[in-house]
């Protein structure tokens, strides 16, 4: 890569991440995102591992005014953001959304590439869960009913995860999901890159693909790799990267796999990851409601006050009070 190509790549990563982070910090000046003023208390910074970075921190979103006793169920949230930028305190958004609907949300950070690679993320995921289903309990939250949900980077880490807590895997980390004994009851990718051994197919199949979108999603590759020169099932461990793969396969699951719920904009780039996985979840007979918005861009949920952002929240919650019980 040329000096050129990677000064252009370079200013436009920068550029992403300021939009990103301005927006959620300008949203946080709105009266209306006070978590009080939804009813949802925030405990914020609690190590779910004590590495003494803030990388292993996750904040617990839940209602105020639980009876005594009362257990809701357990969400565990995580960002996206392409394995690189962003963190639990930009996606605030999400877990008062998700508290409201009467969930207690496990929003999590994880480390972060390019300073950690693959399977850094993954890693930190599975440890998270593994805390959550020990530590739900002393925050109001049921294990018994948990949720896994994430967009874009998190998308394909809560897909990881449901592949870790239903097939036997030899990852230590995988392992520990599976070991819990906990299936999820449903599941939320939303807008997933959810093969990221081959970020450039999405240039070779879209011609007009924008060269700014397209270095953003090939930095993804390179960022969480550390490395170029990386292919699909390389090694066994790279299906926790490109666990659309192992949906698409036809390897038998030790447990049954949940119920999914797939939203993704029809105008999102990523947006042929979404329809390979529901088709694949499909054909295994596996419940899935996917969900297209007409010309909607990547991860356009966040901007919750725009009309179509409103109806896929509503499908969201239609899809939680049929599968969750609560």
């Not at 190590?47 to 009362?70: C, F, I, K, M, N």
């Not at 097939?167 to 599941?187: C, I, L, Q």
Request: proline share 7%; charged share 25%.
């Amino acid at each position: 890569m040329g000096l050129r190509e990677r000064l252009r790549r370079r200013t436009g990563s920068w550029a992403a991440e300021g939009f990103f982070r301005g927006m959620a910090g300008l949203g946080q000046l709105h009266p209306r995102a006070r978590p009080a003023r939804h009813g949802v208390e925030v405990l914020r910074d609690i190590a779910y591992l004590h590495s003494g970075s803030t990388d292993h921190h996750l904040d617990v979103y839940r209602p105020v005014g639980t009876r005594a006793g009362e257990r809701l169920p357990a969400l565990l949230y995580v960002h996206g953001g392409g394995f690189r930028i962003l963190s639990k305190d930009t996606h605030w958004v999400m877990g008062i959304a998700l508290a409201r609907a009467r969930f207690v949300v496990f929003s999590i950070n994880y480390r972060l590439a390019p300073s950690h690679v693959f399977p850094a993320a993954i890693e930190d995921a599975c440890e998270a869960y593994r805390w959550v289903v020990e530590h739900a309990d002393e925050y109001g939250g049921d294990v018994s009913r948990l949720v896994l949900a994430g967009e874009s980077a998190g998308a394909n880490l809560v897909t990881a995860l449901t592949v870790a807590a239903c097939f036997p895997r030899a990852e230590p980390f995988a392992r520990a999901v599976f070991d819990t004994g906990v299936v999820p009851k449903a599941v939320m990718p939303a807008c997933g890159l959810l093969q990221v051994t081959d970020t450039e197919r999405f240039g070779r199949r879209k011609a007009t693909l924008r060269r700014f979108v397209a270095d953003r999603i090939e930095e993804v590759s390179h960022a969480y790799f550390g490395r170029k020169d990386v292919a699909p099932g390389e090694t066994p461990e790279l299906d926790l990267a490109d666990p659309l793969l192992v949906f698409e396969r036809d390897d038998p699951p030790a447990r049954p796999i949940p119920p999914f719920f797939v939203p993704c904009g029809t105008a999102d780039p990523l947006l042929d990851d979404t329809r390979r996985l529901a088709a694949a979840l499909r054909a295994r007979k596996v419940v899935v409601d996917e969900r297209y918005y007409p010309g909607e861009v990547h991860a356009f949920h966040a901007f919750v006050f725009r009309a179509q952002a409103k109806k896929c929240w509503a499908d969201t919650y239609h899809f939680l009070d049929t599968h969750v019980p609560r």
